[in-house]
């Protein structure tokens, strides 16, 4: 049966996802072979994936732990013609000791939420839906490497299956949180790459999407990356407006440690405040942190692109870098914009550069090599 209604926002009503009413379905046992590689980042997916069901007027199903494979769906389904979907990215990690640890993944739960409401798909209560992925953790431990820089990348999805043509407000959805061994997504190690800014493709606007995690967001940036490549950049730098503001950095948040124009040294980041950059966990913590070691100033601001190339021309560029589930931190070596390359000192990238020692200490968060709130034991 489902979950009982609860009043949640003026008009609206959210039925909670009951973790104590989990079911297990035809759980298998594992398929991982010891000649297994998880080099393959998110290539194949483990064994088992968690499944809730959502319709109007009835709430959310029974939570269910089922095999992995194909999803069958209504031609007609919302997500095929109208991309109602959206998604997160998180991750999994064994520590020292043999424990399942995870990243702040509340905030995880709460950025879904938001994304979920602002496509008018179903809210869920976040603290359970995470009881939900700990128990699938469980189920398939063996397929979470035991090795450093090697984790389960974790994808929740929200989706509406209404099976009408018509757009209209989400009636039926459903929910998945799917599960992939990975190695380091950058096979190469802590390499610095090059952005090439791209005024042309503009990835998100002011009052659109682009602080939600949805899949329509990322699609229409694959032209911009092969226009990327092609002038011999790893990522695009997206900039928009007649002032080229700065917002992401491929799939990243930007960050870059200066000094800025008072003769303070400053970590500067673009802000949240126009809607436009994704709301990152990754880069939050690196605020957080910076805050917390005092080594310099810590801004979130609207940052316009030839600020940043002003502060190049002055020498006053001492580190950029992307944040991101997926990686981390990236180092950046330079920027390409109109011709020219614009570097970063070499020193940047030494063991006792900014980047390095949050990278360092980011991880050893994240496997419990130090002891922090942050890293949630959860097998």
């Not at 007027?57 to 109208?82: D, K, M, R, T």
Request: glycine share 8%; charged share 20%.
């Amino acid at each position: 049966m489902p979950g009982r209604t609860t009043r949640f926002r003026q008009g609206e009503f959210i039925v909670f996802i009951f973790s104590s009413s989990l079911s297990f379905k035809n759980i298998s046992v594992s398929t991982l072979t010891p000649l297994f590689s998880f080099a393959l980042y998110s290539k194949v997916i483990s064994d088992h994936m968690l499944k809730v069901e959502w319709r109007n007027g009835l709430g959310w199903s029974n939570p269910q732990i089922i095999q992995s494979g194909p999803i069958a769906l209504h031609p007609f389904a919302h997500v095929f013609h109208y991309a109602n979907e959206c998604y997160e990215g998180m991750k999994a990690y064994i520590d020292s000791k043999g424990n399942v640890r995870m990243f702040r993944p509340e905030k995880n739960m709460e950025r879904l939420n938001f994304s979920a409401s602002r496509l008018c798909l179903p809210a869920f209560n976040g603290e359970e839906l995470l009881k939900c992925i700990e128990a699938l953790l469980k189920v398939d431990k063996e397929w979470i490497p035991r090795k450093k820089g090697y984790a389960m990348y974790l994808r929740p999805l929200i989706f509406s299956t209404t099976p009408w043509l018509g757009l209209t407000q989400t009636s039926e959805a459903h929910l998945y949180v799917m599960m992939s061994p990975v190695g380091p997504y950058f096979k190469s190690g802590f390499v610095p790459i090059k952005l090439a800014v791209d005024s042309k493709w503009i990835r998100a606007w002011p009052g659109g999407t682009g602080n939600v995690k949805f899949g329509g967001n990322y699609s229409p940036t694959v032209m911009a990356q092969r226009d990327a490549a092609n002038a011999g950049a790893s990522q695009a730098l997206f900039v928009y407006d007649k002032e080229q503001y700065i917002t992401e950095a491929g799939t990243m948040n930007i960050f870059l440690l200066w000094k800025n124009k008072m003769g303070e040294i400053e970590l500067v980041t673009p802000s949240l405040e126009d809607g436009t950059i994704l709301a990152g966990i990754t880069r939050q913590s690196v605020i957080d942190l910076a805050r917390e070691w005092g080594e310099c100033k810590v801004t979130e601001r609207m940052l316009p692109l030839q600020e940043v190339l002003d502060a190049f021309n002055r020498q006053d560029v001492y580190e950029i870098f992307g944040t991101g589930t997926a990686a981390v931190i990236q180092p950046i070596a330079c920027i390409s914009y109109g011709g020219i390359d614009y570097s970063v000192p070499k020193n940047a990238f030494s063991e006792n550069a900014f980047q390095v020692r949050m990278t360092n200490t980011l991880t050893a968060i994240q496997y419990g090599e130090i002891d922090h709130p942050w890293s949630r034991v959860v097998a």
